[in-house]
Every structure is written in structure tokens, then in C-alpha cells.
């Protein structure tokens, strides 16, 4: 257990000297659309601009929520990750106008495995079984480049994967940060590092919906 404990504090204080200022350097550079036009959005790309942000503010939303409730052995986890996993589904189904059923299920699925990876991560951390918790990181890093991967290949003009995967690979760092402050009781710390989750997921959407616009605009009237 003494190791576990070293182990997550040092993810703790590694991750919140690092990626609180890559948070704030990426919301400031993708606050606006990227591309021809830049500041100029119609309604209908404000909408889907919006609803993008929305979807992932919900991702990290739950994932806080299933991050607390576990570390508290709260009744009310089962509930709070069964609404997390049906954000996946909706971040699937909002790609599918424009890249296919099965991309956007695709995407569901590796962001499925993402969730459920996750609570192993957190078990073997509450659980202090330092091997189940590096196996089950080794495949959660590998699952997120998997995801990067997969948005490069989509379009690979607006989500460069070297990006995609530092993107990807920041989230993962942060919300590991998190856990860790919150089953260690760090309160103050734990609060701090979701700041940092959702100023770089907001970040991230905004990416997202603007290479879809980009890619796709004569979908958006």
C-alpha cells in the first residue's frame, strides 16, 4: 500500500506541474475556430460548436462524479457510471453524420473501453495491487492513442495525430491526478486538478467541432 500511495503522489505532483499550464496555453490558442473565416461561425456551426462542448463537459462531469463517488464507496456509483458510459454513445452518434454508423460506434467503443479501463485503474488504486494498477494504465495509455489514432485517421487535415495523441495523453494524465488526490483524501488538490480536466477538454472539443466544420461545411446552413 506504501508504494501505491508514493506511486500516486508522484503522478499527482508530476501532472499538476505539467499540465495546468498546457490547459491554459490550449484554451487560449483554439478559443476560436480555426481556418478560412475564423471568426466568423453561422448559427447552425454555433449550435454544433456548443453541442460538441457540451458532450465533453458532460464526459469529464461524470467522470468527476464516478471519480467521487468510488473513492467514497458511495450506493450512488453504479447510477453515476451508467450515465457516464451513455456519453460515450451520444459522443458516437454526434460524429455519425459525418463520418458513418460505424465510425461514430467505433468511437463509442474505444471510448467504452476508456470508462471501464478507468474504474480498473481506480480499484487496483483503492485496492493497493500495484500490478493490476500498472497493467491496467498500460492499457489505458495504449487506448487513448487508439482513439487519437482513429479521430487522425478521420481527418487527418484538422486532428494531426502527433496532436491528437499529446491531446489524448494530457487528458489522461490529468484525470489519473484527480483520482489520485481524491482517494487520498488531497480535496483541495483533487478540486483543482478537474480545473484543469475541463479547461482542456473544452479545449479539445472546440478542436473537434472546428475540423468537422472545416472538413464539412456544407453541412452547416
Excluded at 35 to 54: L, Y
Excluded at 55 to 79: C, K, M, N
Excluded at 122 to 151: C, E, H, M, P, V
Excluded at 170 to 177: I, R, S
Amino acid at each position: 500500500m506504501l508504494l501505491m500511495t508514493l506511486v500516486l503522489v508522484a503522478l499527482v505532483a508530476g501532472s499538476l506541474a505539467w499540465a495546468l499550464p498546457r490547459a491554459g496555453a490550449a484554451t487560449t490558442l483554439r478559443s476560436t475556430p480555426t481556418g478560412q473565416n475564423a471568426t466568423a461561425r453561422t448559427p447552425s456551426q454555433d449550435a454544433f460548436h456548443d453541442q460538441m462542448r457540451k458532450l465533453w463537459e458532460d464526459h469529464v462531469t461524470w467522470t468527476r462524479l464516478a471519480i467521487v463517488t468510488f473513492a467514497d464507496g458511495s450506493p450512488g456509483f453504479p447510477a453515476t457510471a451508467e450515465r457516464l458510459l451513455s456519453n460515450q454513445v451520444d459522443i458516437g452518434d454526434a460524429i455519425k453524420p459525418f463520418f458513418g454508423d460505424s465510425a461514430g460506434d467505433r468511437l463509442t467503443g474505444l471510448l467504452h473501453d476508456h470508462i471501464t479501463i478507468a474504474v480498473e485503474i481506480l480499484q487496483a488504486a483503492k485496492d493497493g495491487d500495484t500490478s493490476a494498477f500498472d497493467r491496467a494504465s498500460a492499457r489505458w495509455y495504449a487506448n487513448a492513442n487508439d482513439i487519437a489514432d482513429f479521430l487522425a485517421a478521420a481527418n487527418p487535415r484538422f486532428w494531426p495525430d502527433d496532436v491528437m495523441r499529446m491531446d489524448m495523453k494530457t487528458h489522461l494524465d490529468q484525470t489519473l491526478a484527480e483520482a489520485a488526490a481524491e482517494l487520498h483524501g488531497q480535496y483541495a488538490s483533487s478540486v483543482l486538478q478537474y480545473e484543469a480536466v475541463h479547461a482542456h477538454i473544452l479545449a479539445m472539443a472546440d478542436m473537434l467541432s472546428d475540423g468537422i466544420i472545416g472538413r464539412f461545411r456544407s453541412a452547416f446552413h
